[in-house]
């Protein structure tokens, strides 16, 4: 959660802050990838609990994540 909330503080100025500004950039990004990584100690019993969340936001999310990187991108 503390990361969540780290992204949602960074970005509070919008998006267009968050595309002219690369700082902003970094940290957001460097926050995804902390938690990303969080994931992979989580604990089996823990992820037995709930085996469908990843696989959920795979098929939710990752479609739109990945077309607003790649517009990103496209930038630099």
Known sequence: MECIEAVETYTTQ???DFLTNALV???VLRR???MAESTQ???DEL???APNVVWQIVENN???LKVQIESILAIY
């Open 14 to 16: 919008g998006q267009n």
């Open 25 to 27: 950039q970094d940290a």
């Open 32 to 34: 995804l990838q902390i």
């Open 41 to 43: 100690r989580l604990g």
């Open 47 to 49: 992820k037995a609990q």
């Open 62 to 64: 990752l479609p739109s």
